[in-house]
């Protein structure tokens, strides 16, 4: 690496994505069964039939999580839930997982217990094995980080980089609920913190912060796929929003895109929540995240097989890269597809 | 789990391994591939021919490092070791690492990169792939957190849990001299903080200090067995301390011991340092850590194979798990061996 005497390089100018393929650039790759390192869902491993594949993800409290209104046992579901989210989305299936904790002296036992009935929740319900870890004290808050390993057959193996021109850009589910469920979280903490009396008034918004506190991955849509006999050319999950990902698998992949926002899945009560908010819905599907969804492509031919599924939607299709990266809007006006934020028609 | 009304239990009442062991008892292994979960150096996966090993390390600044004197590039390097050190432990051939780091905003693009040229150091040194990882910002320190993936054939992997009674106590290298290089580092540290003007006093003890702030891991150890026709009947590294590891081994195999301590290998500087600071140097021995040395067993037969090498220390042998865990001091008196510390003679 180069060490010269200019000003240091601030991080953030970098961001997450830029500083992890620049630090990794300069280590080569030496047994000839790591297939895939850095820059998928997760890497990829040869042990002769099945392949090993790995991910990992530290969740810092204060950052990703606010223990003022995430319960502990709901934290480690989801610790676990965007592990595993990881696998399938590369059409794998996960077997293990080993977790390492920094705790700070301000939790009990029980508090640590309940964290672990919500992995232990979580590794039965996806059949996963909690094989291994580490627990230190910790001088700040709660840290948890994940390591999840999972298996998949070669041949079933999907990475991002496999999208073709003319393929067809799927997504499961729905979009944006999770952030909106963070957003009436956030609201609901600065009344209490105004007025501690009062009661969180969080009627009627049940779906949405399910999608915030529990999120589900979705192991069954992997197993769709193979009940259906469709495997996608391409595929990630939305844990950035549904515009980073996006980018992603056409970067990675050397197409362009049109998306159709119409077409863009959301909950109504996704969409009423953003409209109290005054948030174009469009935007917090674009841009909110943690939806753990799977964005995946498929070749028009398989067209057929998905059309009829009420929790596919088909919200675009793959163009030349020479297109650029396109989304039409309701109006049929069109704007470039950015990763963060999108200016809903200039307003 | 049980959840009762009776006041919370305090985390350090546990210890480290009690806590391991009391969550983990809950999770049930579900998958016929996971051979070995919590409770060795590395959880064991099977993957038809090869076993898969994986282990994880957490670091947290202020707990496990301190950046005032350990330099950025060492700590990555040391990162690295001490989970490959895991691997070696269990006889397998680390072969990938994932890194999740979190880092705060006083870190510089040129700090992480300094650390990232110490993990490529001990990638090119021990032949190991970076294959993946997750960063995040911290709102305290820098936390580093490494998962490691290795391999073995079956017959290769040697457990905790395979000593037998007869069987000779043996470990690689020296000890005790981490922890003296990190007591003189301290004092340094101290030194300075009196008086800045000082420049620190660190002259004759670069052995010692290299033990500390740069260790290895043991894979020429694990080639040596490869061509002596040794696989031992238990291993462990020594991270914590050689009363804690022998003792891993004891309990986990149902054997009692007799360790000798005028056996126990000590590096010249180790001892000189030890008696400057009026330390125990046996103590030091027994409870530092951080020596990553393997701790291993092998029946008596295999004696003629290993007494020639002077990397190699037989410093006990395995008994009746009814005669307990025995220390043999210099002078012919026979203590109880206990995991924290050792109350040499009696003084």
């Known amino acids: ?52 594949l790995v991910s990992t993800d530290l969740l810092l409290e204060g950052v990703h999580f606010d223990l003022s209104y995430v319960p502990l046992k709901h934290l480690g579901y989801k610790a676990v839930v965007v592990n595993l989210s990881d696998i399938y989305a590369m059409n794998g299936t996960p077997r293990q997982i080993v977790v390492s904790l920094g705790l700070s002296n301000r939790f009990s036992l029980e508090a640590i217990e309940e964290l672990y009935q919500g992995m232990l929740l979580a590794c039965n319900k996806y059949n996963v094995d909690l094989v291994g870890g580490d627990t230190s004290s910790s001088r700040s808050g709660l840290i948890i980080n994940i390591t999840v390993i999972g298996a998949a057959e070669k041949e079933e193996l999907v990475y991002r980089s496999g999208a073709k021109e003319g393929d067809l850009l799927c997504v499961s589910g729905d979009l944006g609920g999770a ?9 609901e903490k600065a009344v209490f913190k105004e007025n501690p009396k009062l009661q969180p008034d969080l009627e009627g918004k049940d779906y949405i912060l399910e999608r915030q506190l529990k999120p589900e991955a979705r192991k069954d849509v992997i197993e769709q796929f193979k009940a259906l006999g469709i495997r996608p050319t391409a595929m990630i999950d939305v844990s950035d929003g549904l515009a ?15 998306l159709y926002e119409e077409k863009i899945p959301l909950d109504s009560l996704t969409y009423d ?31 057929n097989k998905i059309k009829n599924l009420p929790d596919f939607s088909v919200i675009g299709h793959l163009t030349p890269s020479s297109k650029g990266y396109q989304l039409i809007a309701k109006a049929g006006t069109v704007h470039p597809l950015k990763a963060q934020g999108w200016n809903h028609l200039g307003s």
């Open 1 to 52: 690496m180069d060490f010269d005497n200019t000003s240091p390089t601030d991080l953030a100018s970098l961001g997450e994505f830029g500083l992890i393929k620049h630090l990794a650039q300069h280590f080569d790759i030496k047994h000839s069964s790591t297939v895939k390192g850095v820059g998928d869902d997760a890497a990829v491993i040869d042990n002769g039939n099945l392949q090993t």
């Open 179 to 187: 952030y909106m469920g963070l957003q009436v979280l956030e609201r």
């Open 244 to 258: 980073s990902e996006i980018l992603h698998i056409c970067e990675q992949s050397g197409v362009g895109v049109d």
């Open 273 to 303: 929540t953003a409209r109290e908010f005054n948030l174009d819905p469009t935007v917090c599907a674009l841009s909110g995240g943690e939806d753990y969804e799977l964005l995946f492509t498929i070749p028009l031919e398989d067209y």
